[in-house]
């Protein structure tokens, strides 16, 4: 009897160690959040000012690099943190090369945040199914279909992902750079808001995998700490029979380019008009395929 209750005592105490423990990790990573954004906050406000007026994307380019030497030591100190956090390290070079990935991507968020607003709009949300998978004398194709009633005015019928970027994979692109991915960024909502001869097309991913696996986790890091999500949003627009990628065009690069990709680029738009939309990791897009050797996963939509 008095074992046990010595054992029961001893549990107790085990428990409220942990439980104390817990309790000051917890406290601890929310200091470290609100450090985190509070190092980060004037840099979002000077991004803000900035991307009022409409910017193309070298200007983003080179207001991205004013940044990371304006904030150097700043982000010396969000990036040593986002690295404790995952649990990851980096090289000094590395350090520096990543510091230019997070202002960059973070730019561009902004800037499509910051986007043309119209007004007496109308607004379709397509979430996608799957229905089977399709396959020719190479390749395998997962196939999804979300029908739809719409009076969309440009409507794109076929969304095309890497299969490395749903379902994983090591391996190299068309460039031949290498990568080694989680998968699991799969498109899963499309958005179109339009009038008469305009439509706005945002696309949904679960989340966006930098190539190199030790950069995806720090970049995940920082995805949670400042969005609390890590799934990816990006948008275009077609007007007046004109697709206009701005500042998420993939600079004819390949998937597992290093850098995300943000160039301007029009394309025609014809009705058979289909959108690859992860030539690039950070889900870079074009009508054209640059990366033919990967497999495929093919989004249908219906828009009629």
Not at 54 to 76: H, T
Not at 111 to 136: A, C, H, M, W
Not at 217 to 242: C, H, M, P, Q
Request: charge should be negative; hydrophobic fraction near 35%; glycine fraction near 6%.
């Amino acid at each position: 009897m008095k074992k046990a209750l010595v054992i029961g005592i001893c549990l107790l105490i085990v428990v409220g160690i942990v439980g104390v423990v817990s309790g000051e990790t917890n406290k601890e990573n929310k200091n470290e959040i609100i450090e985190l954004k509070r190092l980060f906050q004037p840099i979002d406000s000077e991004a803000r000012r900035y991307l009022v007026d409409e910017r193309s994307s070298e200007e983003l380019n080179i207001f991205a690099k004013y940044l990371v030497k304006k904030y150097d030591k700043c982000l010396d100190v969000i990036t040593d943190k986002l690295e404790k956090i995952a649990g990851k390290s980096l090289t000094q070079k590395e350090k520096e090369k990543f510091k230019y990935l997070l202002i960059r991507e973070y730019l561009s968020k902004i800037d499509q945040e910051l986007g043309l607003k119209l007004t007496n709009t109308s607004k379709e949300i397509v979430k996608l199914v799957p229905i089977g998978t399709f396959r020719d004398s190479q390749y395998s194709y997962k196939i999804y279909y979300a029908p739809l009633s719409s009076s969309v005015p440009y409507p794109i019928y076929y969304w095309i992902q890497v299969y490395p970027d749903v379902y994983g994979g090591k391996g190299t692109d068309d460039a031949g750079n290498r990568y080694d991915v989680n998968g699991d960024n799969n498109l899963y909502q499309v958005s179109a808001e339009y009038t008469t001869n305009y439509v706005k097309y945002t696309l949904y991913f679960k989340d966006e995998d930098h190539p190199d696996p030790t950069w995806d986790a720090i970049y995940d890091a920082w995805r949670k700490l400042w969005y609390g999500r890590i799934e990816d949003i990006e948008s275009f627009t077609v007007e007046n029979g004109v697709i206009n990628f701005d500042d998420i065009w993939d600079n004819d690069k390949t998937y597992a380019e290093w850098w995300g990709q943000h160039g301007d680029k029009t394309r025609d738009y014809t009705s058979n008009t289909a959108v690859y939309i992860s030539n690039v990791w950070n889900h870079a897009m074009d009508t054209l395929d640059k990366n033919p050797s990967m497999n495929k996963v093919w989004w249908y939509i219906s828009w009629s």
